[in-house]
């Protein structure tokens, strides 16, 4: 979606502010909401492309004023809601009011190490074979989906060139819905710094994205 | 934030939760209310913050970093497929199932970003810092990526091309520096402790011996 997550070549944010010796957290609430996402995301209720969508899907306006935990904060209470395993009364109330609703799993401490050092990768086999190979011009979708998508809006509509095939995944966009779909053959794709930013573009400069294949078209050599 | 004791001490029924902020007692209710339906465990929760904030950290990227500057066949297989030559080291996991090195060079730089969110590479890196997911570092990265470099105090020759990744599906990027010159004698060890978080987000460079005093 054109939410305000997706950032890429905006104006007026000021500096970047990198901070000394910066802590991993700066208060305990942000421990805690941490550790809340990643353990009620365990369950699989949703999907990590589900929280994604969550937290993009705030106001604008309050995603831009809202520090990062703050925004996973708002996302995780959104999606407890949306998903069934409590109501607003009870987040509001600190307590629960009525059952809880049936879970995949519950994240124990002892299975973290090796769960957590396993991954969850999401790559999956491919159903067909790539569309494009290693050094092919593509052109990028000039599209606007409403729902979850990971084509950044600077990228859209622009030639660029496959530079690495990293085989097929899981697509955000179904995956962020649950909705079932096909792998999708994933490309780092390479553009030249003008191509995206005309006479603004660092000289000599180039941005890749990883994107997904339903995001290309066939281009043109430049 | 300040805690607000002053306007509640002579009222006992606030008497528990006078001093949490809004947002410590909006979390506070939401672990007591997750806790009681079963969906968490407190021991869960305290693994998880244990392991992020004292595991897992770029002294975990310097030591790839180190390993790399030091074997040349360990480099190709690193910059040829990064996340099995990463577990060679026993590192890798959520956040980095897949695992992309990119190498600088002499007239080469590279620049992690991720615009639409926060991805970074958790196992060697570790949580990514404020300013990574913050949106002066997201908006300018890709659009004006030697100013912010400057930023950071770090003026590249004109000559040298800068390549930013931005992260955009579920691979996971992490720069691999030059080594600083000067250090052929220090052991893969010494070398580690040149390797900064920012040299392999590409927003710096490693340490040389003399600036590590």
């Known amino acids: 979606m054109n939410g305000a997550q997706d950032l890429g070549g905006a104006h007026g944010f000021g500096t970047v502010m990198p901070e000394a010796n910066e802590p991993v957290f700066h208060s305990e609430w942000e421990r805690r909401v941490f550790a809340l996402a990643l353990a009620?995301?365990?369950?699989?209720?949703?999907?990590?492309?589900?929280?994604?969508?969550?937290?993009?899907?705030?106001?604008?306006?309050?995603?831009?004023?809202?520090?990062?935990?703050?925004?996973?904060l708002a996302a995780l209470e959104a999606q407890i809601v949306a998903h069934g395993l409590a109501t607003q009364e009870e987040i509001a109330a600190g307590a629960s009011a009525g059952p809880a609703s049936p879970v995949k799993r519950v994240l124990r401490a002892e299975e973290i190490p090796p769960r957590f050092s396993a991954g969850f990768p999401s790559d999956r086999p491919p159903d067909a074979p790539a569309l494009y190979a290693v050094r092919d011009p593509v052109l990028t979708r000039n599209d606007h989906p409403i729902g979850h998508?990971?084509?950044?809006?600077?990228?859209?509509?622009?030639?660029?060139?496959?530079?690495?095939?990293?085989?097929?995944?899981?697509?955000?966009?179904?995956?962020?819905?649950?909705?079932?779909?096909?792998?999708?053959?994933?490309?780092?794709?390479?553009?030249?710094?003008t191509e995206l930013w005309g006479a603004s573009a660092d000289p000599g400069g180039r941005v890749t994205v990883a994107a997904f294949e339903g995001y290309l078209l066939p281009g043109t050599p430049q | 934030m300040a805690h607000d004791h002053d306007h509640?001490?002579?009222?006992?029924?606030?008497?528990?939760?006078?001093?949490?902020?809004?947002?410590?007692?909006?979390?506070?209710?939401?672990?007591?209310?997750?806790?009681?339906?079963?969906?968490?465990?407190?021991?869960?929760?305290?693994?998880?913050?244990?392991?992020?904030?004292?595991?897992?950290?770029?002294?975990?990227?310097?030591r790839v970093v180190a390993r790399a500057w030091t074997d040349p066949a360990y480099r190709e297989r690193l910059l040829a497929d990064g996340t099995p030559a990463i577990a060679e080291l026993g590192i890798g996991g959520r956040g980095g199932e897949h695992m992309v090195v990119v190498e600088n060079t002499a007239d080469s730089h590279n620049l992690v970003v991720c615009t639409l969110c926060s991805c970074y590479p958790w196992p060697v890196l570790g949580l990514p810092p404020v300013w990574y997911k913050a949106p002066p570092y997201r908006a300018r990265a890709v659009l004006d990526p030697r100013g912010v470099l400057a930023e950071f105090g770090l003026t590249l020759p004109e000559a040298t091309r800068i390549t930013v990744w931005d992260s955009t599906a579920e691979t996971r990027f992490m720069v691999l520096p030059l080594r600083p010159a000067g250090t052929e004698s220090l052991s893969e060890a010494e070398l580690a402790a040149l390797v900064t978080r920012d040299s392999m987000i590409g927003t710096g460079q490693p340490l040389t011996p003399e600036t590590a005093q």
Do not use: C
């Not at chain 1, 509509?157 to 994933?186: C, K, M, N, T, Y």
């Not at chain 2, 939401?30 to 998880?48: F, H, M, N, P, R």
């Open chain 1, 40 to 72: 009620v995301g365990y369950t699989g209720t949703w999907t990590l492309d589900g929280s994604r969508a969550a937290r993009e899907s705030l106001p604008p306006a309050e995603y831009l004023s809202a520090s990062y935990y703050e925004i996973w």
């Open chain 1, 149 to 193: 998508t990971r084509l950044p809006r600077y990228v859209r509509g622009r030639r660029g060139v496959i530079e690495r095939i990293h085989g097929a995944f899981v697509l955000p966009d179904a995956s962020a819905e649950r909705r079932d779909a096909p792998p999708q053959w994933l490309y780092t794709v390479g553009f030249e710094a």
């Open chain 2, 8 to 62: 509640h001490h002579d009222h006992p029924d606030h008497a528990h939760g006078s001093s949490l902020t809004p947002i410590e007692a909006r979390v506070r209710a939401l672990e007591s209310l997750l806790l009681e339906k079963g969906y968490v465990q407190a021991d869960a929760l305290d693994a998880l913050v244990e392991m992020y904030e004292t595991r897992i950290g770029p002294h975990n990227g310097a």
